[in-house]
């Protein structure tokens, strides 16, 4: 059996899918759709550390479904602008995976992203998927992923 990676990037998921869709993302749909694709050996969820209720509430689920919930504790800024990137640590996570797995699947849109896919794609036998919004997912991704799960208005991964 195919065995598989999942990383998500909490934020980018959230907000384009509320901004192109006005939707959530349904992770559960998701979580079983890519169980019968293979044996999921890893599932990342990276996100930020807020203390509110929604937030806990949306973090515990995301563990109950299956999930790692990785979190990056939210910075205030004193000039109003806010930090809480997951990027290194997605690719650090990446990286030490992709020698046990037959697939990496990356749910971002953010193309910083694509040098990462071309190098674990080189270093090891394996596929990369990409799961995104179309409309709001950098060209330079698309260009260095074999697959791309578009999240459109017709996708059973929207609730």
Known sequence: MKRLGIFVDVQ???????????????YRAL?????????????????IARRDDQQIKFQDALRHIGFNVKLKPFI???????????????????????????????LSGDGDFGMLLE??????????????????TARSLLEFTDNHITIDADSPFLK
Do not use: M
Request: aromatic fraction near 8%; charged fraction near 20%; proline fraction near 2%.
């Open 12 to 26: 980018n998921i959230y907000y384009t899918c509320r901004q192109q869709h006005q939707a959530s993302f349904n």
């Open 119 to 136: 190098h674990v794609k080189s270093k090891n036998n394996l596929t990369t998927t990409v799961v995104s919004v179309p409309a709001l």
């Open 31 to 47: 979580w079983s759709y890519l169980s019968e694709r293979g044996d999921i050996t890893v599932a990342n969820a990276y996100a």
């Open 76 to 106: 205030q800024r004193n000039d109003g602008t806010a930090k809480g990137d997951w990027d290194v640590g997605i690719t650090i996570d990446i990286i030490d995976q992709a020698p046990v797995l037959d697939e990496v699947i990356l």
